[in-house]
């Protein structure tokens, strides 16, 4: 069974402040996606990276995915309140089937 | 462009009751639909998903089913509700053609309670 970890679990921090959360796995994944949920809404696709060692940049989100396509990481900087929610990593085998999620990181930005 | 709709947005059933969810895909054709279940505020599990009208696959055996009786069309169903089938229930789609990476979009989801 693929598992993802994700840390830290939760996260609270000033508006400004950088921040970097991770998503981690023993097994290799074809391709690893990021999400934001707000409560009580379906989750938005914020990125997908395929290759080792990728980094893509999304206005101030930053995501990188591991060489050996295990893990990666999400750094936002001078966060905003704006940025507020759960960040959900997810990893994919390369066909149909559904995707492996980790449990998340809920992170909160204060004014 | 493509939306994707789930209802109801809320249901609350007593134990024991059916159960019926409803999600549908507009804008594009053939898409690989998916049944989530997330608990309060975490990580989504898979249930279901479907490559096909008829062709379901389910990933945890359980109180629930799955079907799709039309290609835009998917539907999660119970004949008795029980307590630990509360949560948030998402349907996600993607596309059979142009990508490669299984990229899913999210319905808004359907909050069940079972008391």
């Known amino acids: 069974t693929q598992l993802l970890e994700q840390s830290p679990q939760f996260l609270s921090i000033q508006e400004g402040e950088n921040l970097t959360v991770y998503c981690n796995s023993s097994?290799?994944?074809?391709?690893l996606q990021w999400y934001r949920q707000e409560p009580g809404e379906g989750p938005v696709l914020l990125v997908t990276v395929v290759t080792g060692g990728e980094v893509k940049k999304l206005k101030r989100l930053t995501f990188q995915f591991g060489d050996a396509r295990k893990d990666s990481s999400l750094h936002i900087t001078a966060a905003q309140p704006g940025d507020t929610g759960l960040y959900l990593c997810?990893?994919?085998?390369?066909?149909?089937?559904?995707?492996?999620f980790g449990k998340g990181t809920h992170l909160i930005i204060q004014p | 462009s493509q939306t994707i709709h789930q209802w109801p947005a809320t249901l609350v059933q007593p134990v024991g009751s059916p159960l019926s969810l409803e999600c549908t895909v507009e804008g594009t054709s053939n898409p690989n639909l998916y049944w989530y279940r997330q608990a309060a505020g975490r990580g989504l599990q898979l249930l279901f998903y479907s490559v096909g009208i008829g062709q379901i696959s389910s990933e945890v055996p359980q109180n629930l089913s799955a079907s799709r009786p039309q290609d835009r069309q998917f539907i999660l169903s119970s004949k008795k509700l029980l307590l630990s089938d509360s949560g948030f229930y998402l349907c996600?789609?993607?596309?059979?053609?142009?990508?490669?990476?299984?990229?899913?979009?999210f319905g808004p989801g359907t909050r069940l309670t079972v008391l």
């Open positions: 097994s290799v994944f074809s391709s």
């Open positions: 996600a789609w993607s596309a059979t053609v142009g990508t490669l990476y299984n990229e899913q979009f």
């Open positions: 997810a990893g994919g085998g390369g066909g149909a089937d559904g995707l492996t």
